[in-house]
């Protein structure tokens, strides 16, 4: 009991985002079985950052579920002066693929989308990004940022 308490309290440090509902569809015999998939982004702004993907059959089940999943795939980032990353860096995953840039103190978080989410979650305040592949697809661009963090010595949490 103690260790689920210990846990309850971790996840309140952590801030969430929604990065992506889906409604998928799986065909049987008597018809179509609908279920959401949702992809969360958990992140306590000090370098601690995980990307989360679960089903579930209503959206409050999936995202919990998602939150749960992106907790046990949390990386520590190491920060140049708790602000920006050390050195350029480009990543891909599957057809996503993103280049990381480090940029001077009070520069500002210079990227969109999914990027957004996973870098500032992670605590980076300073850092221009792009996304160099053609996919738009938030899940494969969110888990090639943590890829790219991950070239920084990261370290899986346990």
């Known amino acids: 009991m103690r260790n689920f308490n210990r846990q ?13 509902l889906r409604r998928v569809t799986r065909v049987v015999a008597g018809g179509k079985r609908f279920r959401f998939r949702a992809t969360v982004v958990l992140g306590n702004r000090r370098g601690e950052v995980g990307v989360g993907i679960a089903k579930g059959a209503d959206v409050a089940e999936s995202i919990s579920k998602a939150k749960h999943d992106a907790m046990k795939n949390l990386i520590k980032v190491n920060l140049k002066d708790s602000r920006t990353i050390f050195h350029e860096v480009e990543a891909k995953f599957r057809a996503a693929k993103i280049r990381l840039k480090p940029a001077v103190t009070g520069h500002g978080l210079i990227a969109g989308g999914a990027v957004r989410a996973v870098v500032s979650l992670a605590g980076i305040k300073d850092v221009t990004a792009k996304c160099l592949g053609r996919t738009t697809n938030k899940l494969t661009n969110a888990l090639a940022t943590v890829e790219a963090l991950k070239k920084f010595n990261s370290e899986r949490i346990k």
Do not use: A
Not at 8 to 20: F, I, N
């Open 8 to 20: 309850m309290h971790k996840k309140s440090d952590y801030d969430e985002k929604v990065l992506d």
